[in-house]
């Protein structure tokens, strides 16, 4: 039998391991999905605090990895992706990584960043020699291992690691890893990489440029946002030069984990529920209205939010329009954390009109579970929106989402016509409170008149496919191009 094809997969976090955000969720099922479907993909990430270190195997050794004045000692642990046999490695050292937080306290960063995912991003190479494993592809993600595809490209040129083609993957543009010029000696390339085609973005070291100029191919999270990070609009001034590599840059979108977000089956809501027999929704949404100290009412629609409070969840422009919108004859419940001035409204917001809009400020996942189960409509009136999760999670439970046409948003949710009764939610393009106003106020319209039309929304939405399969099958096509662009041949299986 033929060697499959060889993946490293290098993260910054995996959940079940480590979380911030939608990274965590793609590297927990993406190598799953493609360990199904033969790749012999392996996962790096740091040792962090909060990781139960003792179920974790010792591999015997150190990483060696050169750093700042000299190098740095780390030691390798490893275990599986729960579910699976995907080997997943953790860097060990402990000056790195054994703090409270992943990158820093809330709104700040730890100040050796810089160095701390250099040893990550150099160390997941040093790994695979010391393993004697030398992958065809290695997948970077975000700005924390973007120095992967300039190490390649340099330290490891000559050296084995060389052929292996890069992929590097935007789950955000907005960070980009950037610091002080001075910081480029503590990774180890020499300063002829400081200048503008490599590492140099306007008199700052930019990580996320570096990835972008140096690897194979590049993705991102959906169709939408590949274009749109091409645009000034959303290119956060790399916009030029993603344009400029647009043929090497693909949009693929997340999938869902489609076992812990299903209606049928969710430990976390009051009645199961599927697209043929929809009965326990209802029942969801008493129960939510009763959770949320709201009239338990059946004729009045009930609209839910979950996320981050941020401005890139347009939270801000909503909150100009939420007043408004609770003149209307419907209930809205809203889970968040995020900006304390957002928070500060919401919290007063729900003091002054308690009867019909609930705000809790705080993380509670089972929570999360429940608003997508017992709602209508979920409002996500994002800014920028990479791929987005929630929206694929109101889908599939037949809660249809009402939301901006921006990047994942837009390649994942089909407009209502009115016509054919045909869509699977409500879209607006504009950001700006009387779009959402409006469009909020559309959704209650058809709600209130025509009912068919919302059933039948709710089984086309609930029928929609987000699995991570079909996602699985797209970075395979990737990877084996980016394997073919790097050798110059066909990977031969
Ligand atoms: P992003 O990754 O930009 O925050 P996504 O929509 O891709 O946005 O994913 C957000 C994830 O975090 C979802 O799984 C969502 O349910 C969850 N989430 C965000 N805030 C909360 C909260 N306060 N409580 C529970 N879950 C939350």
């Given at each position: 039998m033929a060697a499959p094809l060889k993946v490293l997969f290098v993260t910054s976090e995996c959940a079940p391991f480590a979380k911030t955000g939608g990274l965590a969720d793609v590297a927990g099922a993406l190598p799953k999905a493609l360990a199904g479907r033969g790749i012999d993909v392996r996962v790096v990430m740091p040792l962090y605090a909060?990781?139960?270190?003792?179920s974790l195997e010792v591999l015997e050794g150190t990483v060696v990895v050169p750093v700042a004045h000299g190098r740095a000692y780390g030691g390798v642990r490893m275990g599986t992706l729960p579910g699976s046999r995907v080997p997943i490695y953790f860097l060990d050292h402990r000056g790195y990584f054994?703090?409270?937080f992943l990158y820093g306290p809330p709104q700040e960063a730890y100040g050796d960043n810089l160095e701390r995912f250099t040893f990550l991003s150099r160390g997941a190479l040093e790994l695979c020699k010391a393993l004697a494993w030398i992958p065809d592809v290695i997948h970077a993600n975000d700005w924390?291992?973007?120095l992967v595809p300039g190490f390649l490209n340099t330290?490891?040129?000559?050296?084995?690691?060389?052929?292996a083609a890069s992929i590097y993957t935007i789950h955000?543009?907005?960070?980009?890893?950037?610091?002080?010029?001075?910081?480029?000696w503590l990774t180890g390339?020499?300063?002829?990489?400081?200048?503008p085609e490599e590492f140099e973005h306007f008199g700052a070291l930019n990580l996320t440029k570096g990835a972008i100029i140096h690897s194979t191919l590049l993705s991102t999270v959906s169709p939408t946002y590949a274009r749109e990070i091409q645009t000034a609009a959303f290119g956060y001034g790399l916009d030029g030069l993603l344009a400029g590599r647009g043929d090497d840059l693909i949009g693929l979108l997340n999938g869902i984990d489609a076992h812990e977000w299903d209606p049928g089956t969710?430990?976390?809501?009051a009645a199961h529920y599927s697209r043929l027999d929809m009965g326990g929704k209802a029942e969801c949404k008493a129960a939510l209205q009763r959770e949320a100290g709201?009239?338990?009412?059946?004729?009045v629609p009930l609209f839910g939010l979950v996320g981050r409070l941020t401005s890139q969840k347009g939270i801000d422009v909503l909150a100009q329009a939420l007043e408004g919108l609770l003149n209307l004859d419907l209930q809205f419940v809203l889970l968040g954390t995020g900006d304390p001035e957002a928070e500060a409204y919401l919290r007063w917001l729900d003091s002054v009109r308690g009867d019909r809009f609930r705000a809790w400020l705080h993380f509670d996942n089972g929570r999360a579970h429940r608003i997508e189960a017992g709602c209508d409509f979920f409002v996500m009136p994002s800014?920028?929106?990479?791929?987005?999760?929630n929206q694929l999670y109101s889908l599939r439970y037949g809660t249809l989402p009402v939301v901006r046409a921006t990047g994942g948003l837009a390649d994942t949710v089909n407009n209502y016509d009115e016509?054919?009764?045909?869509?699977?939610g409500f879209i607006f393009h504009d950001l700006n409170p009387g779009a959402i106003y409006d469009t909020v106020g559309w959704a209650l319209a058809t709600w209130y008149q025509r009912p068919a039309h919302i059933k039948a929304m709710q089984e086309l939405a609930m029928a929609q496919d987000f699995s991570w399969e079909h996602s699985a099958y797209e970075y395979e096509q990737l990877y084996l191009r980016a394997y073919e662009r790097r050798r110059g041949h066909p990977f031969a299986e």
């Open positions: 909060g990781i139960d270190w003792n054994d703090r409270p924390q291992t973007a330290v490891e040129w000559a050296q084995p690691l060389h052929g955000n543009l907005a960070y980009q890893g950037v610091f002080d010029g001075g910081a480029l390339l020499g300063w002829e990489h400081y200048k969710d430990p976390y809501i709201l009239p338990v009412r059946d004729d800014r920028y929106e990479p791929c987005g999760l016509l054919t009764g045909s869509g699977t």
